[in-house]
């Protein structure tokens, strides 16, 4: 099993930025990629970015493409969403979400992740 614990969430005005964390535990070996995924209120969850856990390959739907940054530091076995650029569509709990190695998983679609955290609140005030 993997527990992850999100932190950094807040509330920001428009254009400002937020990072944040993901710190993994447990049998971290068997991670394959660690994902942030948000949900807005009514809305279904949406994938936000991604990044291989060993190799460091970065994915990213296209709202965070050039706002958002996805980093590792496997050290520390931390992951960190840098937001910058904020937008009020933004507004939404973010989880971190990994999910281990095997065949068959799309990094983008959120039912391939089996690992969630308890979620980050980020609100962008206009």
């Known amino acids: 099993q993997v527990q992850l614990v999100e932190s950094g969430g807040g509330l920001v005005q428009a254009g400002g930025s937020l990072r944040l964390s993901c710190v993994a535990s447990g049998r971290t070996e068997s991670i394959s990629f660690v994902g942030w995924i948000r949900q807005a209120p009514g809305k279904e969850r949406q994938f936000v970015s991604a990044?291989?856990?060993?190799?460091?390959?970065?994915y990213y739907a296209a709202p965070g493409k050039g706002r958002f940054t996805i980093s590792g530091d496997n050290a520390k076995n931390t992951v960190y969403l840098q937001m910058n650029s904020l937008l009020p569509e933004d507004t939404a709990v973010y989880y971190c979400?990994?999910?281990?190695?095997?065949?068959?998983?799309?990094?983008?679609?959120?039912?391939?992740?089996?690992?969630w955290g308890q979620g980050t609140q980020v609100t962008v005030s206009s």
């Open positions: 979400a990994a999910f281990p190695y095997g065949r068959g998983r799309v990094i983008a679609a959120t039912t391939s992740y089996e690992y």
């Open positions: 990044i291989s856990w060993n190799r460091g390959s970065t």
